[in-house]
T-cell receptor
């Protein structure tokens, strides 16, 4: 059973709506990654955090997503204005350190944008 | 830009027969290789991580890395029907961005 908890499991939004998903990393893991897995099993790195700080993010994330990992609260990833191409499985992963030798993934949030 | 490709796209084996999956990468300076699997509707489960040329075994999973030929293989010994899943190869460079670059996976079906 995954110790990285993602909610909700499924999310359905209309185009232009906000879509917010949350992730509780494994206890004691300060490093969090978000990945997008599309229907062709192509993975795209979105953003990563160490503690509350953003380490890296791709342009798309910076322009269209809002993400944070506050202390003592779940991490969140929010698409500000959903597009059909955002339909995908969003995976959160956590690790004890940035080298992510042991990277543990949640079950994902499956987003469908109608 | 690192490229990771997996073959075959799908593989069917009989229960107990060795399953071999292939992953090729483009950057010879990569130093961090993992195999994951994903059961339908689930998250990713790490199977084995390997950082130097040679073999590494974790239970019934053996990873074989040959950096010179840009290949990392996964061998599954005596697979069971419960091993039917999507198997993903992921490569990163610790000295780089720590991002994992994933292949698009091999769908393994183990027939009873």
């Amino acid at each position: 059973n995954s110790k990285v908890i993602q909610t909700p499991r499924y999310l359905v939004k209309g185009q232009g709506q906000k879509a917010k998903m949350r992730c509780i990393p494994e206890k004691g893991h300060p490093v969090v990654f978000w990945y997008q897995q599309n229907k062709n099993n192509e993975f795209k790195f979105l953003i990563n955090f160490q503690n509350q700080e953003v380490l890296q993010q791709i342009d798309m994330t910076e322009k269209r997503f809002s993400a944070e990992c506050p202390s003592n609260s779940p991490c969140s990833l929010e698409i500000q204005s959903s597009e059909a191409g955002d339909s995908a499985l969003y995976l959160c992963a956590s690790s004890r350190d940035i080298s992510n030798e042991r990277l543990f993934f949640g079950h994902g949030t499956k987003l469908s944008v109608l | 830009q690192q490229k990771v490709q997996q073959s075959p796209e799908s593989l069917t084996v009989s229960e107990g027969a060795m399953a071999s999956l292939n992953c090729t990468f483009s950057d010879r300076s990569s130093d961090n290789f993992r195999w994951y699997r994903q059961h339908s509707g689930k998250g990713l489960e790490v199977l084995v991580s390997i950082f130097s040329d040679g073999e590494k075994e974790e239970g019934s999973f053996t990873a074989h890395l040959n950096r010179a030929s840009l290949h990392v293989f996964l061998h599954i010994r005596e697979p069971q029907p419960s091993d039917s899943a999507l198997y993903l190869c992921a490569v990163s460079m610790v000295s780089g961005s720590w991002q994992l670059i994933f292949g698009s996976g091999t769908q393994l079906t183990v027939m009873p």
